[in-house]
């Protein structure tokens, strides 16, 4: 089947049945991910301008190798599949691409070989590949990860085992996967002296994507470690407390409305997961030709202007809640403001908002307007 992606032309095998299973070599509910890779690459090379290799790790049919190379890079595709090889050999031709094409066990090829850019983006879990990354990479690590049922703690066990932490399923499910990922991601690279400052970060329907850039001194990864901490969710009220350090005080009983249901995530990030200048530059970089260009550009708009709250809330769940009807997004942000709170949107869906208000001050800031 031939497939066109962002100016280039490939060959993939075998018949798309869209929405019924992941395609192995080439799947299309992805294009928004590889739209704003390729984005994030373009504004990458403007913040840093030694930045010239990148290694797509986990190369399948070639795309984003082949999207990067056509974009200027020095890539190198890697998979341990030699079908997956030769088509992404066949791919790079086809588009007139150089590229160095590897066929081996990437965590052996990342710590044998320095990339300035690595993109991680396995089917599942990316912590098997985490280490090797940050063992070598310069400058920025890309990760997908699509095991999002694990991370946000809808399947406890197996979100333990991959990522060292406790998610817990919540009304903000897809920000903990977020925030579980990113506190995984920043204890790998912390054992090799490696900070991480997260600059681009989405959850978008079946993944989690963050862009890291990285910064190899000791006190940057104390730094990054100093991000992490516990959250406190009462599953009554749906209060939640940050708690900075990695030794967590758990609530027994909710400062809200005295419920013992309460739940202890983490270590998770707290820290902030968006460089807004950074996305406004990344968004500039979006062409109308990029398939998913209206959709990438709002999902920027979206990202640069969120809060920097470790937490989002859903309007119509805090409304279901308190058995109100719901407003208008705008005028229930409005509301929140005019009590002299910050108030954002956020790009979890379209009700989800971020605060400075607790859940109390939220409901008495919106109460008036909701009756
Ligand atoms: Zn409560």
């Given at each position: 089947m031939r497939v066109t992606e962002g100016g280039v032309e490939l060959e993939v095998p075998g018949e798309q049945t869209e929405g019924i299973e992941e395609a192995v070599?080439?799947?299309?509910?992805?294009?928004?991910?590889?739209?704003?890779?390729?984005?994030?690459?373009?504004?990458?090379?403007?913040?840093?301008?030694?930045?010239?290799?990148?290694l797509d790790a986990m190369t399948a049919s070639g795309v984003r190798g082949v999207r990067a190379a056509a974009d200027g890079w020095d890539v190198t595709c890697c998979d341990v599949d030699e079908q997956a090889v030769d088509l992404a050999r066949d791919n790079l031709e086809r588009n007139d691409c150089e590229a160095t094409v590897e066929h081996r066990n990437v965590n052996a090829l990342m710590h044998d070989e320095p990339f300035d850019v690595i993109d991680l983006d396995p089917y599942g879990t990316p912590m098997p590949f985490a280490d090797a990354a940050f063992a070598n990479c310069r400058d920025l690590v890309c990760v997908t990860a699509t095991d999002t049922a694990p991370l946000c703690g809808a399947h406890f066990n197996s979100g333990v085992r991959s990522y060292s932490a406790v998610p817990r399923n919540t009304d903000y499910h897809a920000e903990m996967g977020v925030r579980v990922l990113t506190s995984a991601l920043a204890r790998s690279a912390a054992r090799f002296d490696v900070g991480v400052e997260p600059i681009l970060t989405h959850a978008t329907s079946h993944y989690v994507r963050t862009y890291l850039e990285l910064e190899h001194k000791a006190t940057s990864a104390d730094a990054a470690i100093d991000e992490l901490g516990h959250i406190y969710h009462c599953e009554d009220c749906l209060?939640?407390?940050?708690?900075?350090?990695?030794?967590?005080?758990?609530?027994?009983?909710?400062?809200?409305c005295d419920g013992n249901r309460m739940l202890?995530?983490?270590?998770?990030?707290?820290?902030?997961?968006?460089?807004?200048?950074?996305?406004?530059?990344?968004?500039?970089e979006i062409p109308y030709t990029f398939g998913t260009a209206p959709q990438a550009r709002e999902l920027c708009d979206t990202l640069a202007a969120e809060l920097d709250e470790p937490t989002h809330y859903d309007q119509h769940k805090l409304c279901r809640n308190w058995g109100l009807p719901a407003n208008a997004m705008d005028d229930f942000l409005a509301d929140l403001r005019d009590a002299?709170?910050?108030?954002?949107?956020?790009?979890?869906?379209?009700?989800?908002?971020?605060?400075?208000?607790?859940i109390g001050e939220i409901r008495a800031a919106t109460a008036d307007s909701l009756e």
């Amino acid at each position: 089947m031939r497939v066109t992606e962002g100016g280039v032309e490939l060959e993939v095998p075998g018949e798309q049945t869209e929405g019924i299973e992941e395609a192995v070599f080439y799947n299309p509910r992805q294009e928004l991910n590889r739209d704003l890779t390729i984005a994030t690459l373009r504004a990458y090379r403007e913040r840093e301008e030694r930045a010239t290799s990148y290694l797509d790790a986990m190369t399948a049919s070639g795309v984003r190798g082949v999207r990067a190379a056509a974009d200027g890079w020095d890539v190198t595709c890697c998979d341990v599949d030699e079908q997956a090889v030769d088509l992404a050999r066949d791919n790079l031709e086809r588009n007139d691409c150089e590229a160095t094409v590897e066929h081996r066990n990437v965590n052996a090829l990342m710590h044998d070989e320095p990339f300035d850019v690595i993109d991680l983006d396995p089917y599942g879990t990316p912590m098997p590949f985490a280490d090797a990354a940050f063992a070598n990479c310069r400058d920025l690590v890309c990760v997908t990860a699509t095991d999002t049922a694990p991370l946000c703690g809808a399947h406890f066990n197996s979100g333990v085992r991959s990522y060292s932490a406790v998610p817990r399923n919540t009304d903000y499910h897809a920000e903990m996967g977020v925030r579980v990922l990113t506190s995984a991601l920043a204890r790998s690279a912390a054992r090799f002296d490696v900070g991480v400052e997260p600059i681009l970060t989405h959850a978008t329907s079946h993944y989690v994507r963050t862009y890291l850039e990285l910064e190899h001194k000791a006190t940057s990864a104390d730094a990054a470690i100093d991000e992490l901490g516990h959250i406190y969710h009462c599953e009554d009220c749906l209060y939640r407390e940050a708690d900075p350090g990695l030794i967590a005080d758990p609530l027994e009983t909710c400062p809200h409305c005295d419920g013992n249901r309460m739940l202890t995530a983490g270590p998770v990030w707290l820290g902030p997961v968006q460089d807004p200048d950074f996305i406004a530059a990344v968004r500039d970089e979006i062409p109308y030709t990029f398939g998913t260009a209206p959709q990438a550009r709002e999902l920027c708009d979206t990202l640069a202007a969120e809060l920097d709250e470790p937490t989002h809330y859903d309007q119509h769940k805090l409304c279901r809640n308190w058995g109100l009807p719901a407003n208008a997004m705008d005028d229930f942000l409005a509301d929140l403001r005019d009590a002299g709170y910050e108030a954002s949107r956020a790009h979890y869906g379209g009700t989800t908002f971020k605060t400075d208000a607790n859940i109390g001050e939220i409901r008495a800031a919106t109460a008036d307007s909701l009756e």
